[in-house]
């Protein structure tokens, strides 16, 4: 039998589904395309040289995680870096520098070479549920100033959905990379955490099923500068001081000074660029699933220092979310009863109603905390810090 594909006939075509059609096209388009894809190189911007006040982050390498010693060795790190600082650096997670330069060459591409009607026709149709492309100007930040943030999003089930021409030769590349992100680094940390609360070590990986249906998403983002009176209207704040709404956030490292932590005595300090690492940190998924065992650090993003504050600012994350069947409810000491189980919230209704509302102005200044701005999600007090 003939290897050969054809392409159905436009009056087989009219029969088919749209969403059948566009997974045709998807598959043809990446037929035609040599899988080398070839794109520019990624020449990553400087770092900044300004004395920035950095915080001093535990660096977690992942290749001792292969044996019990290792990650009996690593859960103590993981839980002293959670309970200190709250975000830590992983190296030797899987990724050679090579490989992270592609991901980042694909993620500019994403914004670079796909024109303003493209754009609109992946642009995600709820924003209950991150996927596609989010414009900017989308989200509230203060006195009327909108973001300036573009964003890509895809599922982890990538070939679930349909994407830009530029993607589709790639998926392959992009299917690999949000597997690696989940099943190696993702698993291998959320077993970490599990041993540091002296619970089974696939506890959590349980409710993390890569097959699972739930919203776990690689994410290409990118930073665009503002204008003056913005910077001014803002105090220079570009992302308000939140905590990420899932389980685990991995942004894999890049130059472009910006992201700061409310470190624990309330200063706010940066996060340093240390090549080809990753920076992870926990959300409410796991704050509520370890009983407040793993409490969420807030953070935020403001304008870069002065000799980057022109640049755009690329990023690639993983954001790990429980399957959406899960409910969030204490495992650990103390963990929750089975009434308090049934009544705990599913992760999907907490995903839908966090998404749904985040910058849409709906929190309201806190009665207690100054310069926050609250309000409570399925019985959870949310916060943002100005």
């Known amino acids: 039998m003939s290897n050969t594909s054809t392409a159905p006939s436009p009056f087989f075509r009219r029969l088919l589904s749209p969403l059948t059609r566009l997974r045709l096209a998807n598959k043809l388009s990446f037929r035609r395309t040599t899988t080398t894809g070839a794109l520019p190189e990624y020449v990553p911007p400087p770092a900044t040289t300004e004395p920035l006040n950095w915080a001093e982050l535990a660096i977690i390498d992942l290749s001792k995680a292969n044996t019990l010693e290792g990650r009996k060795a690593l859960a103590e790190e993981v839980v002293q870096a959670m309970n200190t600082q709250g ?88 299917e690999n990379f949000a597997r690696h992100n989940h099943t190696h680094i993702l698993f291998t940390i959320l077993r970490l ?112 220092p002065k000799d980057q504050e022109r640049l755009e600012r690329l990023g690639v994350f993983y954001f790990a979310m429980a399957a959406d069947d899960v409910r969030l409810a204490s495992v650990g000491a103390g963990a929750a009863s089975e009434l308090e189980k049934a009544q705990a919230p599913k992760m999907s209704d907490w995903r839908k109603e966090r998404t749904g509302r985040y910058g849409t102005g709906s929190m309201k200044p806190s009665s207690k905390e100054e310069k926050v701005e609250e309000e409570v999600i399925l019985g959870v007090v949310v916060k943002e810090y100005n």
């Open 87 to 174: 975000f830590f650096y992983v190296i030797n997670h899987g990724y050679t520098l090579e490989q992270t330069r592609r991901m980042f060459a694909i993620a500019s591409s994403t914004f670079d070479d796909v024109d303003s009607e493209e754009k609109k026709t992946y642009m995600g149709k709820s924003p209950a549920v991150y996927e596609g492309y989010k414009p900017r100007h989308t989200w509230q930040i203060e006195q009327g100033v909108t973001d300036q943030i573009e964003q890509y999003n895809t599922n982890h089930a990538v070939r679930e959905r349909m994407h830009p021409h530029v993607l589709r030769p790639h998926l392959d590349e992009i």
């Open 193 to 304: 955490m599990a041993m540091g609360m002296q619970l089974p070590e696939d506890i959590f990986v349980d409710m993390h099923r890569f097959e699972a249906t739930g919203e776990s998403s690689v994410r290409f983002m990118k930073y665009y500068p503002r204008s003056p009176e913005e910077e001014v209207q803002t105090k220079n704040v570009w992302l308000k001081g939140h905590t990420d709404i899932g389980s685990i956030t991995i942004l894999w490292s890049q130059p472009i000074s910006g992201l700061q932590i409310l470190s624990r005595d309330g200063v706010w300090r940066y996060i340093k660029h240390i090549e080809n690492a990753l920076v992870v940190n926990s959300g409410d998924v796991m704050q509520l699933l370890s009983g407040n065992f793993y409490k969420p650090t807030i953070h935020r993003v403001i304008q870069p």
